[in-house]
């Protein structure tokens, strides 16, 4: 293979001006970076870049932190973030931190980071104050997704709306005996959004006078297979509700599993509505709140190169993505439970 020697003896230069005409750099005149490009090209030479990190003290790679890699939503965010990286010449570090469940993680810490990347995006992840002022003490910008911590840039969708707009679905259908798939504990590692989400279930509820009893408030992984385990019992009850509202298509996918093992139809004996718009909501005709995935993991992307490649300041605060009502055919008015008698004006009778 041919070495920079090889390129500097051919263009007629020093090393230290092949290094500085391949890496883009200042004081080299256009003459003469376009006759290393020209012999770099000639001898296929491929720039170590191992070496160009330690000259420049830029990696060119980006932490990714994900609370759980095997997961749709935040593949697909990885997936997008790579992209628009990828088209700056810059690349991914995976900083997996699942746990050993779905409550716990692992710890960020400074092997992971140190001298390996050169920022980081966080994905809904909630750092404590330790694991922040270690990414402060090492001096790496960062751009996070979902969760807002602290003063730090943050592109997200707004999960109270979102939800909002869910439970507000069903009801405009006349539905008032609903469930909800998708709390957790308070003590979680992924805490925010299934709070805001799960708060905003009860107050949208509450806004037309309807309360849900603490039983139809249903504790889940976040997975299909947990959330048709976790929703069974309740979907087999004689007291059951006619809509149920999760918190994730991946759930609400587990809810209509559920619901065919009870013997229940979708939509005519339950109504299911998810938030997402997964990859597969199209293909099992679920009713979802649509958020677009790519884009953020791209905005992301793009306001973290912006700083590291022009040195712009992004503005503290919130970039929020806008949702949008997918209606399909997993929700329609509880047309079998009138028939039955007629609902309840409190969700909990």
């Given amino acids: 293979m041919s070495t920079i020697h090889d390129v500097a003896k051919a263009a007629g230069v020093s090393v230290s001006t092949v290094s500085r005409a391949l890496r883009g750099l200042d004081r080299v005149s256009p003459q003469t970076r376009d006759r290393v490009a020209k012999a770099a090209l000639d001898l296929r030479y491929v720039a170590s870049p191992t070496a160009s990190s330690l000259a420049s003290g830029r990696t060119r790679v980006v932490a990714v932190v994900v609370p759980f890699l095997t997961r749709w939503f935040f593949a697909t965010l990885i997936s997008g973030i790579e992209k628009a990286l990828r088209r700056q010449g810059h690349h991914v570090l995976l900083v997996d931190l699942e746990g050993e469940s779905f409550d716990s993680r692992l710890r960020l810490s400074q092997d992971m980071l140190w001298k390996r990347v050169d920022g980081v995006i966080v994905l809904s992840t909630p750092l404590d104050e330790p694991e922040q002022a270690l990414i402060d003490s090492l001096g790496l910008p960062v751009i996070t997704i979902g969760n807002r911590i602290r003063d730090w840039p943050c592109v997200r969708i707004d999960d109270r709306a979102a939800m909002g707009v869910a439970v507000r679905h069903v009801l405009d259908l006349g539905h008032t005996r609903i469930a909800y798939v998708g709390a957790v504990e308070q003590d979680s590692s992924v805490l925010q959004t299934p ?64 619901a065919r093992r009870a013997g229940l139809s979708v939509p005519g ?81």
């Fill in 195 to 258: 709070r805001e989400r799960a708060e905003t279930f009860v107050s949208t509820l509450a806004e037309r006078g309807l309360r849900c009893p603490p039983t139809w408030v249903v504790g889940s992984d976040w997975t299909a297979a947990g959330a048709a385990r976790d929703v069974a019992a309740l979907l087999r009850s004689r007291s059951r509700p006619t809509a149920v509202v999760a918190a994730s298509d991946e759930m609400a996918f587990g809810v209509m599993a559920a």
């Fill in 269 to 349: 004996d339950l109504s299911v509505v998810g938030i997402d718009d997964h990859v597969l909501s199209e293909v099992l005709d679920l009713t979802t709140v649509r958020q677009d995935v790519p884009h953020q993991g791209q905005r992301a992307a793009e306001l973290l190169l912006g700083r590291l490649l022009d040195g712009s300041v992004t503005p503290p605060g919130d970039e929020v993505v806008p949702v949008q009502l997918v209606v399909r055919g997993s929700t329609a008015a509880p047309v079998r439970a009138a028939r039955r008698g007629g609902t309840s004006r409190a969700a909990s009778a």
